[in-house]
């Protein structure tokens, strides 16, 4: 090396677990719960292929989710890995009460009540944890209960604020069940008071990213935008798509956003079922268009919550997320209350390697050519040819630096052929920059000559192994290097 260097080459990557956990592109997000909460467990499903975990709101307290982050924060301090953490905030879920003996057995036809007042539910009223229900439905809305197992329609509204529903489709209503409203625009804001106690804790412990649910239109974003900024934050913000009205307000909310999840469960329930996998699709090549990393989550792999193997259904839809170019699919409940959690990211892993292998390419070079209109457009021009002379060259190496991660998520965006790294001297950022498609992310801060530091990145990447004599690399970067610009520059290296 031409000098020093180590302090940012980790010696233990030559393990072949760090190896085995960089060669896919897509990312594998995992939910923690019960099932895996332990500093061991969390190790193993790293070791297995997790590149961010993420912390549910809507269940367990602070105190628990303290342990785990300081569990993931060791992992990355001693093995070789940058894993995210992502906060997923629970926003207004409307749910059922208690319910007596936790099952209510209802047909089509019954009445039923549903109440503000907080009590124990039966056949003649059920506590909905939603004050204004009254206020925002009308006669023939459906509702929907537990993910639409079961549909109701409202017949009537009181005075006193309840409101009576016949049922259409029935079943059994156990204790805390989710609601949904596809017929209705809820009044409920997207930060809760919940929520906004979250936030803090969320932002005092410098999670990665924080996920906001039932995003319906930007000024949803804006004000989780503007709480963030308040208190200084670096965490990074995606919207959860799982209602209409989101879908309507998208080009905006994408903007926005610095990424967003396709949270399929609530979405296949606010809409017409048949309708979510298109939505995906175009969610997905809107968020690449965008260059915003784009999740796909709920059910991929459902079945191996208690189960060794999943259904044949459940490994083509993971497979096609990845054809489709998501940059991350997501685990549930199959990581966080599952029997088989490790099982369930190898078999994950095993599928997306697979999918990766093939000739397939979802290479977006020519669909995503830089538009002369955009304010970042000569440093976009710079990515997509960096990408597109990796592609002609063949290069072993595409190497991006950046501050603000942009550069990351644009060259991320083009689905290079080349293996993806980026530099940067924001350590938030190299964990920030697990969730997006084929980056492998490295701290770097050393700020000399422009030569002095593409040098440096080929050296740090042939000390871990991932470049070698007679690779070609192509390097992109900016200059004068003490005014941070944008990226402005691009070169072609061949290695002796």
Known sequence: MSKNLSKYVDKSMDKQTGVEHAFKRTKIVATVGPACDTYEKLLELTRAGVNVFRLNFSHGNHEDKLKIIEHIRNINKTEPYNIAILGDLQGPKLRVGEIENNALHVVAGDILTFTNEKLVGNKDRIYVSYPNLHEDVKIGNKIMIDDGKLEVKVIDIAKNGDVKVEVTLGGVISSKKGINLPDTKISLPALTEKDLIDLDFIIEQKLDWVALSFVRSVKDIVILRSKIDERKSKSKIIAKIEMPEALTNIRDIIVESDGIMVARGDLGVEVPVEQVPLIQKQLIRKCIHRAKPVIVATQMMESMIDRTKPNRSEITDVANAVLEGADAVMLSGETATGQHPVLVVQTMRKIIVEVEATEYRYNREEDLKPQTHSPSFLSDAICYNACKIAKDSNADALIGMTQSGY????????????????????????????????????????????????????????ERGFVKSGDVIISTGSTPIHLHLPTNMLKITKLD
């Open 407 to 462: 550069t990351g998520f644009m060259l991320s965006s083009y689905r290079p052929k080349a293996p993806l790294y980026i530099f940067s001297k924001e350590r938030t950022l190299i964990n920030q920059l697990s969730l997006s498609w084929g980056v492998r992310a490295f701290y770097y801060a050393e700020e000399e000559s422009l030569d002095n530091i593409l040098e440096d990145q080929i050296e740090i990447l042939k």
